[in-house]
């Protein structure tokens, strides 16, 4: 069984369209996390919720937008793509805010053309 | 905002030889982590350290936190290459829930 699951796994789409990545955790763990990975290999984070409840949201486009329905999933939604979102998107899930390891979905390739 | 510092950004080593990558933290960490992400692939956390001073081994991977918990390194002894990737740290502030990712050392092994 996958423990971070993400959907899907590539996602090639036109310049202002909108699309939805979706991410599942079956780690029972209460906090979630959506990282970019650019071409140069930086992560860096957009996102996290902690229990549904939104506890770090970085300097991202409002663009972007996340939800958390419960514990165990947490989908991003992107609206009027541009060429510069082309990227790894990671969902990641940790047991809580603090002081544990993170385990990272196989990530989202998403090209914008 | 807090900063984290990795060097070197690329390191190629002959198979059998030993590598290196530091990271150094701008502000005092509460832990720091450390993060494998193979070519094509996604990170997966190695180990987290806590205490200052604290140094870990897995095999022949050596991890240590500095005393004054802004600076950490991993040591890797005999390279394989099995061992080729992106190395990340990556570091928490005192009191803060965001985890901060070093821009990776990425490893090539020559056999």
């Known amino acids: 069984d996958t423990a971070v699951s993400q959907t899907p796994k590539y996602l090639v789409t036109q310049m202002g369209n909108d699309k939805s990545i979706k991410c599942e955790q079956n780690l029972g763990h209460d906090t979630m996390y959506w990282y970019k990975q650019d071409s140069k290999k930086f992560l860096k984070i957009m996102f996290s919720y902690n229990n549904k409840e939104l506890i770090i949201n970085e300097t991202v486009p409002n663009r972007f937008s996340p939800k958390s329905p419960d514990k165990a999933h947490l989908n991003l939604h992107i609206n009027s793509l541009e060429l510069g979102d082309s990227a790894v998107y990671f969902c990641?899930?940790?047991?809580?805010?603090?002081?544990?390891?993170?385990?990272f979905g196989s990530g989202t390739r998403l090209t914008v053309v | 905002g807090q900063q984290v510092m990795q060097i070197p950004q690329y390191q190629h080593v002959q198979e059998g030889e030993d590598f290196t990558t530091y990271c150094n933290s701008s502000t005092t960490l509460s832990n720091i982590q450390w993060y494998k992400q193979r070519p094509g692939g996604h990170p997966v956390f190695l180990i987290q350290l806590v205490k200052s001073g604290e140094v870990k081994k897995q095999k022949r991977l050596t991890f240590q936190f500095g005393e004054a918990k802004k600076n950490s390194s991993l040591h890797i002894t005999a390279t394989q290459t099995t061992d080729v990737g992106t190395y990340f740290c990556?570091?928490?502030?005192?009191?803060?829930?965001?985890?901060?990712f070093g821009k990776g050392t990425k490893l090539s092994v020559i056999p």
């Open positions: 990556a570091g928490k502030g005192a009191g803060s829930y965001q985890l901060t």
């Open positions: 990641a899930s940790s047991q809580d805010r603090y002081n544990y390891g993170y385990t």
